[in-house]
């Protein structure tokens, strides 16, 4: 059977949450909606945690973690740790919390993987990242069957390829530009609006990078966390930015 290829940045691997040591957690601010498959297994689950998630999930249409004060999931306790994966596992996540921060892209014939900035974690190693963004081979996927793109497409991904191999320069800046373009061109797989995109991608960058010192690694990845909490899935935002 055939198997999708799988491709990551190199700094891919070495994302860890930082967890209770995160000063912007993500499991606040935020509704989470839980997918049918964890809300299958949270109907079944017994004992207290079964109890607790039966009582803090919306019903349907769009069952979602019902927040507590300051926006935060019912679930994450005092030190900012998630009671979910201290009683369960990550195999009991739903999908949207064992995805975050995490992007898929799927090409006809693979699926490219990143790390979103609106993680502090994911944003600092992005930035520290001491070489230009490279994709590496992660394990292949089954279940989907590979095709063959189209001309568009090929022609998308080598433009997407010409933008990264020349971003000028080096370092954070450099990181980010190539982020930003990773990130956003291939969205264009979905509308073919490849110029805008473009254009997107260098108005994003003016805005992240707008009062910054062009030194500290910090500022810059803080700029761009709040950049892609406030904009990257924000809709109605991002339109703005494409059209602007
Ligand atoms: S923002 Fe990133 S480091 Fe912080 S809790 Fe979420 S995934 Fe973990």
Redesign the pocket.
Known sequence: MCAMKVFAPDYYSGF????G???????AGWEIDVDPEALQRYRAMEGPLGEKLRRCIAPAPEPHFILGGQERCPFLNEG?LCEIILQAGEDALCQICAD??RFRNYWSDRIEIGLGM?????ARLILESPRPLRLVPLPEEAGEQPTVPSEEETELRSCRDRLLASVPGDGPAARLREYLIYRHLADALYDGRVEERIRLVDRAFERITEGWDGQSVQDLAEKARVFSNEVEYDDEKLEQLLTE
Do not use: G, K, S, Y
């Not at 860890?16 to 967890?19: E, G, I, L, M």
């Not at 040591?21 to 499991?27: D, E, F, S």
């Not at 609106?118 to 994911?122: F, I, L, P, Q, V």
């Open positions: 860890r949450c930082t967890a040591a995160c000063r912007h957690t993500c499991c900012n975050h921060p609106a993680c502090e974690e994911a």
